[in-house]
């Protein structure tokens, strides 16, 4: 209890006022690479908060107590915000990569029910300038699952107009396979702790080219996330994308920046 009030104080005072003296917010980001061709093919944006002293707050706590409260809706305005402004400004730095690079955001479940989310996603692509298509937002399989059909018909309409949607923490959830086979999703995003065995788990090999090939199958895009070591890149199968510390090019940017 003491944890999450004290997030919610340092969150608070972080989209309020944020600064050296204030906790302070910001967003870490990790790209994802194709390893077929060595492209980045884009970044996820991870939200982080810091305490008045400097000390970090699980972000699994501060997300909880967001979701919980009238914070979510802030929190998630202000990261889609800052996200795809950074993503403007490294294709700005960077014009070789050209503008195929996406921004993938996390989305939680309040935010996907919010009557007016596809209004709100568009105005932020609108305000930087960016394409549906330059956006991806990722949903947890539980988010998914337990959607209603309004929440399913929001997300179809945007998936319409080119914004990619993507199952997060694949393989946490309860889904079966024909609900991942009529799902609004181009993309499923294999939880870390499938990777955590590579390279020296059989079982949890063959489970990983197991399920490569059935999004291959149902024509989806398939991202390992977790890949913080070589010897788990070597292993990983053909036609997927990977995402993790081993791959380089993370950056950090302030809230306010």
């Given at each position: 209890i003491l944890e999450r009030a004290t997030a919610e104080r340092a969150l608070h005072?972080?989209?309020d006022q944020g600064g050296p003296d204030h906790p302070q917010l910001t967003v870490s980001y990790q790209p994802v690479i194709d390893l077929d061709s060595g492209r980045l093919a884009g970044f996820e944006a991870l939200p982080r908060l810091t305490d008045s002293a400097g000390e970090p707050i699980l972000h699994e706590v501060f997300t909880y107590v967001a979701e919980h409260t009238a914070l979510i809706g802030p929190l998630g305005e202000t990261v889609l915000d800052i996200a795809?402004?950074?993503?403007?400004?490294?294709?700005?730095?960077?014009?070789?990569?050209?503008?195929?690079?996406?921004?993938?955001?996390?989305?939680?479940?309040?935010?996907?029910?919010?009557?007016?989310?596809?209004?709100?996603?568009?105005?932020?692509?609108?305000?930087?300038?960016?394409?549906?298509?330059?956006?991806?937002?990722?949903?947890?399989?539980?988010?998914?699952?337990?959607?209603?059909?309004?929440?399913?018909?929001?997300?179809?309409?945007?998936?319409?107009?080119?914004?990619?949607?993507?199952?997060?923490?694949?393989?946490?959830g309860h889904s079966t396979l024909s609900q991942l086979a009529t799902l609004p999703v181009d993309a499923i995003k294999i939880d870390r702790s499938l990777a955590e065995g590579l390279p020296d788990d059989n079982t949890s090999a063959k489970i990983v080219r197991a399920v490569a090939g059935l999004a291959a199958d149902l024509g989806l895009a398939c991202i390992f996330a977790g890949i913080d070591r070589n010897e788990q890149l070597a292993v990983l199968p053909t036609g997927v994308l990977a995402q993790g510390a081993v791959l380089g090019c993370s950056w950090t940017t302030p809230i306010d920046d």
């Open positions: 005072a972080a989209l795809l402004n950074a993503l403007v400004d490294w294709r700005a730095e960077h014009p070789e990569h050209g503008t195929t690079t996406t921004m993938g955001v996390n989305f939680s479940a309040r935010q996907a029910q919010q009557a007016d989310m596809p209004a709100l996603v568009r105005a932020a692509l609108d305000r930087h300038g960016l394409r549906p298509s330059d956006l991806v937002l990722e949903l947890t399989e539980l988010v998914l699952i337990e959607a209603g059909s309004s929440t399913l018909r929001q997300l179809t309409e945007l998936r319409a107009s080119g914004v990619g949607i993507a199952i997060n923490d694949f393989g946490t």
